[in-house]
């Protein structure tokens, strides 16, 4: 494994509050694999047997419901970590993994972790942290979905890529707004309703651009009543 792919592991949601002894232990036999955009990294049903950590771009977990429509449950970036919750219990994963853009992963095999366990069960609890955040994400989005108008959850999501307080700044879409669209719950015909109402707000959206006349102007859009709209 690279020293990059190494460090980025360490410092991973997954690992970052494992001691070092352990996490040298668990990285033993991790292996860094890279996956071309479109790549299915597992599928829906398959025996979950392993853990994965994000070193570089994006990957996207979804369900494919009967009628064959699929809902995106998760994208995940640089040092996020994903399949410990079921690969922990044995079950099969409840979600599809798919490259969202080029990506390098490293895999931990599951069995190498819970042998680690049997060994060391003060282990659980710093690597049920993990799941723990992804639990109080995913409570966060359930939250965002419910009281957050569609404009707004785009503004919000275009908020996570900014670093500046105020002031103009332009944002790279991180990948294809299909997969933006899913990851906030909405339509692609929604997603492109959102923006254009974004405008009035100081966005332009060209291309994979999103360009913020002020950022400022947008973090208080984002914290609107979305109830205010119907009383104006």
């Not at 479109?38 to 009967?66: C, D, H, M, N």
């Not at 639990?135 to 670093?163: C, D, M, P, T, W």
Request: aromatic share 6%; glycine share 8%; proline share 5%.
């Amino acid at each position: 494994m690279k020293p990059d792919a190494d460090r980025i592991a360490r410092k991973s949601l997954l690992l970052g509050n494992v001691p070092r002894p352990a996490q040298d232990l668990i990285l033993t036999t991790a292996r860094e694999r890279s996956f071309d955009r479109g790549a299915t990294i597992f599928l829906q049903g398959e025996p979950a047997s392993a853990v994965y950590v994000v070193i570089e771009g994006w990957v996207k977990l979804y369900r494919v419901a009967p009628n064959g429509s699929e809902a995106v449950v998760g994208v995940f970036t640089r040092g996020d970590s994903f399949g410990e919750a079921v690969a922990f219990t044995g079950d099969a994963y409840p979600v599809s993994a798919e490259a969202a853009t080029d990506v390098v992963l490293v895999r931990i095999e599951t069995a190498e972790i819970l042998r680690l366990i049997e060994r060391q069960p003060g282990l659980a609890v710093s690597l049920l942290a993990a799941t723990f955040a992804h639990l109080h994400r995913l409570v966060g989005q359930i939250e965002q979905l419910k009281a957050r108008s569609g404009a707004q959850r785009v503004a919000e999501f275009l908020l996570e890529h900014v670093s500046e307080e105020r002031g103009p700044c332009a944002v790279v879409l991180p990948y294809d707004k299909v997969l933006i669209a899913g990851r906030l719950g909405m339509k692609p015909e929604s997603l492109s309703r959102a923006f254009a109402r974004l405008r009035e707000k100081g966005v332009q959206v060209r291309q994979s651009v999103a360009e913020i006349e002020e950022v400022a102007v947008l973090r208080d859009y984002v914290e609107e009543d979305p109830g205010q709209s119907w009383a104006r």
